[in-house]
């Protein structure tokens, strides 16, 4: 399945949203965001395994640039 940007930017924003503090140390449930992803886009056609691939790829995305598309015209550049 190829995500839409809207569904990048959801799961990211799913993904922090869920996440709770435990000890000094944030922890995020891939389960909740998933299921949180199918209540909102219920036709999209994929598996847990997809999500979750898809999920790590856009917070690592997210993280490095500070958004979901790798083409981001306004991110910071690399020194």
């Known amino acids: 399945m190829v995500f839409t940007q809207e569904q990048k930017i959801f799961i990211v924003e799913s993904y922090f949203r ?4 435990v ?3 944030c922890q995020y449930s ?3 965001c998933f299921v949180e ?3 909102q886009f219920p036709d999209a056609v ?3 395994n997809t999500f979750q691939r898809n999920l790590t790829y856009s917070i690592q995305l997210f993280c490095k640039i ?3 598309d790798k083409k981001c015209s306004g991110c910071p550049k690399k020194k």
């Open 18 to 21: 869920n996440g709770h503090l």
């Open 23 to 25: 000890v000094g140390v």
């Open 30 to 32: 891939i389960q909740s």
């Open 37 to 39: 992803f199918r209540q």
């Open 46 to 48: 994929l598996t847990h």
């Open 66 to 68: 500070r958004s979901v």
